[in-house]
């Protein structure tokens, strides 16, 4: 993963979410300006949820999966940089992180998911496929309790963003969770898809439908490495990040792609 380096400040996006992200220029790794968008989580989110992490993951996994994400990278605030944000900024930045910050390329051209936009268009955003990703991941956060998309969208095109709510049962590195993979094997699956961005469009399939439109998800599995967070965890731990229990996330990954059919049939399952 790269790390840039922030050169100005352009812009506060007060309606991207709580954590109020902010637009800055960076020099990307080709020397060219390039915009991002920078995740400024609070102290207690890093704490509790191991935000800047869980992004990571959740970007690095929705990538090997197939998945279109934005670019992601870190991004570092320098004190020159700091002195010359106006006060409420620089108010807003002290009650931040400290540290390198998470962040995602900025794509001005696409627009946040409606779900005003007609059933047709919206099966274009493989929403069987981020369906079962997100039960993959115990997404809490498209759809979910607070209605958040999550989803950019551009005509046939989509990004899935924001993942710090993943994994919940990983949140406490020192109490390792030791009954999600039993769990998972006996196909007590505690994660509740039915808030869910594309729910209601997938219940109203015909059973049948639903389970061929899984099925290439499925097959991903079998090509995924459920290792695959053991090296991005090693460099965000070298570089002062705090780590959800990668241990108990990789246990639970491998359990998943060698029981693709019990992930299958709780996938079934969530639409009685």
């Known amino acids: 993963m790269k790390i840039y380096s922030a050169l100005q400040l352009l812009q506060i996006l007060d309606k991207g979410g709580s954590t109020y992200p902010?637009?800055?220029?960076?020099?990307?790794?080709?020397?060219?300006?390039?915009?991002?968008?920078?995740?400024?989580?609070?102290?207690?989110?890093?704490?509790?949820?191991?935000?800047?992490?869980?992004e990571v993951y959740g970007n690095v996994l929705a990538s090997a999966l197939g998945l279109p994400v934005p670019e992601a990278a870190l991004v570092k605030f320098?004190?020159?940089?700091?002195?010359?944000?106006?006060?409420?900024?620089?108010?807003?930045?002290?009650?931040?992180?400290?540290?390198?910050?998470?962040?995602?390329?900025?794509?001005?051209?696409?627009?946040?998911?409606s779900d005003q936009l007609p059933t047709s268009k919206v099966r274009d955003y493989d929403i069987a496929w981020v369906y079962a990703f997100d039960n993959l991941i115990w997404n809490l956060d498209r759809g979910g309790e607070r209605k958040k998309p999550n989803l950019l969208v551009r005509d046939a095109d989509y990004l899935l963003i924001d993942h710090e709510q993943i994994f919940p049962f990983a949140d406490d590195p020192d109490?390792?969770?030791?009954?999600?993979?039993?769990?998972?094997?006996?196909?007590?699956?505690?994660?509740?898809?039915?808030?869910?961005?594309?729910?209601?469009?997938?219940?109203?399939?015909?059973?049948?439908?639903?389970?061929?439109?899984?099925?290439?998800?499925?097959?991903?599995?079998?090509?995924?490495?459920?290792?695959?967070?053991?090296?991005?965890?090693?460099?965000?731990?070298?570089?002062?990040?705090?780590?959800?229990?990668?241990?108990?996330?990789?246990?639970?990954?491998?359990a998943v792609q060698a029981n693709p059919e019990i992930f299958l049939h709780i996938l079934l399952r969530s639409f009685p």
Not at 27 to 49: E, H, N, Y
């Open 22 to 54: 902010w637009v800055v220029e960076v020099l990307d790794d080709t020397g060219t300006p390039a915009l991002f968008v920078v995740k400024m989580f609070t102290p207690k989110q890093i704490r509790q949820q191991h935000a800047v992490a869980k």
């Open 78 to 113: 320098e004190p020159d940089l700091v002195a010359t944000l106006d006060p409420e900024a620089k108010s807003r930045y002290e009650q931040t992180q400290r540290g390198l910050r998470f962040a995602t390329r900025y794509h001005e051209e696409y627009v946040v998911f």
């Open 175 to 254: 109490n390792p969770n030791t009954t999600v993979v039993p769990n998972f094997i006996r196909g007590e699956f505690l994660y509740n898809p039915r808030n869910h961005l594309f729910y209601p469009y997938l219940k109203k399939m015909k059973p049948a439908t639903r389970q061929e439109l899984f099925a290439p998800f499925i097959e991903s599995l079998a090509r995924l490495d459920p290792h695959i967070l053991e090296d991005v965890g090693g460099f965000l731990t070298e570089n002062g990040q705090l780590c959800a229990d990668l241990d108990t996330i990789t246990e639970y990954l491998c």
